[in-house]
């Protein structure tokens, strides 16, 4: 049994200013993508520059803050805020969704496409590969943060988190997403996007491994107290996950066939 290291959230207090781990986490996710998006630019031409590239992680920031945000409000606590819409404001108190800030990298990279005039698929194909090192980055502030802890355990490594308000050993389930659905995640498909692909399988890649990582870690995770198991015992996680694994299955087989190929000019 281990007991969870008490780690202030705020790394650096100036005067009023907090400056929280949480937060800069989210700088180091953004700026490993830009990192590792100049070496894909160099070493894999894909038609994009580094004005491109930081076109995208700029826009992108605003796609996960404001889907993660409002995927929050819509799919987990939809009735209080609207009773209370103002407070879909109050970012500090926190409340953001994965799947709602993937929905609006999505937006943020059609738009892109559009604007390029290139197709989507292309764009998510260079984008995917630089995705999960930063969603490692944001278990590891949900971890510090000593949040989204998971079920009871009898495992040896099971954690006793204090902000569970008990003394009850609990899967670190924040770790085990950092490990499948940031490093394994990365590995995987930097390694599949090493060598050319028909356009749209690394996107496919990442929205089949997320979704089957994310679903399985689910069932060591604890439910959020307001929500429970909405349907035949899976969490809201797995049942947003689910649509990610049979899309992602779907343009992975249409893509082996060429569906997304350039028309031939």
Known sequence: MLHYPQIDPIALQIGPIAIHWYGLMYLAGFALAWLLGRWR???????????????????????????????YVLFYKFDDYLS?????????????????????????????????????????????????????????????NGELWGRPTSLPWGMI??????????????????????LVLFALIWWFARKPRPTGQISALFLMGYGVFRFLVEFTREPDAFLGLPAGGLSMGQLLSLPMIIIGALIYRQAAKGWFRAPKQ
């Open 41 to 71: 630019i160099a070493h894999h031409p894909c038609g994009l520059t580094l004005r491109d590239l930081e076109d995208i992680i700029f826009y992108s920031v605003l796609g996960v803050v404001i889907g993660g945000r409002l995927g």
């Open 161 to 182: 988190f204090p902000q569970a308000g008990d003394d009850i050993p609990r899967h670190p389930s924040q770790l085990y997403e950092l490990g499948l659905e940031g």
């Open 84 to 144: 209370h819409p103002l407070s879909v404001l109050y970012l500090w108190q926190g409340g953001m969704s994965f799947h709602g800030g993937l929905l609006g990298v999505i937006v943020v990279m059609a738009l892109f496409a559009r604007h390029k005039k290139r197709r989507f698929l292309e764009i998510s194909d260079f984008v995917a590969p630089l995705i999960p090192l930063g969603l490692a980055a944001g278990r590891l502030g949900n971890f510090i």
